[in-house]
């Protein structure tokens, strides 16, 4: 079993920064994908970013490709998305999940990141990016 953890939301300034956390506790049985995603008032919950445990790829929404990064620190075992430039319609419930077993799509070498079927969801984290 395994508990995810995010920490990191808050208000923040259009074009500025915040940095999201997300710490796991217990033990992926095997490679694994972890990333986020965020849902705002109204809407569907969408994928915003994702990484492979097996070879670090990395997948970006069209949305925020070049604001932000997502990296993992598996001393820590921790995943992390930093937002730059963040916009208004950045705003949402943040949340980590993570799916054991879910390995890279072999076509586009990228993780599939995709809410659905993910094992493991925490509690979220609000991001507020003011008009």
């Known amino acids: 079993q395994v508990q995810l953890v995010e920490s990191g939301g808050g208000l923040v300034q259009p074009g500025g920064s915040l940095r999201l956390s997300c710490a796991a506790s217990g033990s992926f049985f095997k490679d694994y994908t972890i990333g986020w995603f965020r849902q705002a008032p109204g809407k569907e919950r969408e994928a915003v970013s994702c990484?492979?445990?097996?070879?670090?790829?990395?997948y970006y929404a069209d949305s925020v490709k070049g604001r932000f990064t997502i990296s993992k620190d598996s001393a820590k075992n921790t995943v992390y998305l930093q937002m730059n430039s963040l916009k208004p319609e950045d705003t949402a419930a943040y949340y980590c999940?993570?799916?054991?077993?879910?390995?890279?799509?072999?076509?586009?070498?990228?993780?599939?990141?995709?809410?659905?079927?993910?094992?493991?969801w925490g509690q979220g984290t609000l991001v507020v990016v003011p008009s």
């Open positions: 999940a993570a799916d054991d077993g879910r390995i890279p799509d072999t076509t586009t070498v990228q993780p599939i990141c995709s809410p659905v079927g993910m094992d493991y």
């Open positions: 990484i492979s445990s097996s070879d670090g790829s990395t």
